[in-house]
């Protein structure tokens, strides 16, 4: 998973969006993880497996 500083973002939202929407991607404020940049459809399908997922452990 690449990762960018957060000027770097600044700088090149564009073709580092680009890259998200292939692979998530890390953006880093002082050298530490702080946000992740994916793809809406890709986030949709994470959220909706979470909650498939917490659904399945409140019935067991």
């Keep these: 998973m690449k990762s960018f500083k ?3 973002v ?3 939202f564009g073709a580092i969006s680009v890259d998200a929407i292939r692979q998530p991607v890390v953006i880093k404020k002082y050298n530490q993880p702080q946000l992740v940049l994916m793809a809406y459809d ?3 399908e994470m959220k909706e497996r979470i909650e498939y997922l917490e ?6």
């Design 6 to 8: 957060s000027t770097e």
């Design 55 to 60: 659904s399945m452990k409140e019935e067991a």
């Design 10 to 12: 600044q700088s090149n």
């Design 42 to 44: 890709d986030f949709l």
